[in-house]
């Protein structure tokens, strides 16, 4: 699976040249992990990878917000980083062709009381107080995960086997089929077959920002992407 910002997949479009929009992708598996792990990142990191000035609507000023906020209005176990920099949960795999800059590449530490192993208490964050004794959880402690969880991480990504997939305009995967073709060929009403245009592209770091982005506030997020269209 791709996992560098320097890392690209490829895909197959299909234009309608004629109404200058992406009717469909196809694409593998690893384009597909990209999309579902999507659905994996924290809002905060999202404003991050797109930077505040790009975000549609209010969150980037949000962001700003907690930015310029003083540490000093923060409770004393948690930090300005938590809500900047957020972590995926510990099941996510490493969102492929984004460079996340330690948001979900880096694997979840947990600690308990340095004072005393009575204290069965366990945090995420080596700043938060036990509630006993009020020190610190500052003893890190191994995570250890379900064999399942463990085969999933060594076959790599989230979907299995070698398939081809659907990924159309607005996102909607499914299965590759000759006859999944055709329904959608009927479903938008393309009645000069010369018209349609099969063009390769590949996908990387720049390309996955875009999808990402486009994916906040369009159906038409390949068409976006690949052919510079912003319209809805």
Known sequence: ???SSN???SLKLLIDTKAKRVLFAEAGKDFVDFL??????????VVRLLTK???????????????????????PNQTKASVLKPKAPLSATQVPLLSL????????????CSYSYSHLYVADNA?????????????E?????????????????????????MVMDDLVVTPMSTISGISMLNKFNVKEVGALEE???????????KLLKASLHSKKVLTNVFLGNTGD
């Open 101 to 112: 800059d330690g948001g979900t590449s880096a694997a979840k530490k947990y600690y308990n």
């Open 199 to 209: 063009r390769f592209v590949d996908l990387g770091m720049p390309e996955s920002l």
């Open 36 to 45: 579902f792990n999507l659905l994996h990142l924290p809002v905060g990191t």
């Open 53 to 75: 000035q790009t975000m549609v609507g209010t969150l980037g000023n949000l962001y700003g917000s907690i930015e310029k906020l003083s540490e000093t209005y923060f409770q």
């Open 1 to 3: 699976m791709a996992t």
């Open 7 to 9: 890392a690209k997949v």
């Open 141 to 165: 402690v191994q995570y250890v995960a379900a064999a399942n969880e463990v085969a999933a991480v060594a076959e790599g990504g989230l979907l299995k086997g070698v398939v081809t997939y």
């Open 127 to 139: 700043s938060a107080v036990c509630p006993s004794c009020n020190n610190k959880l500052t003893r």
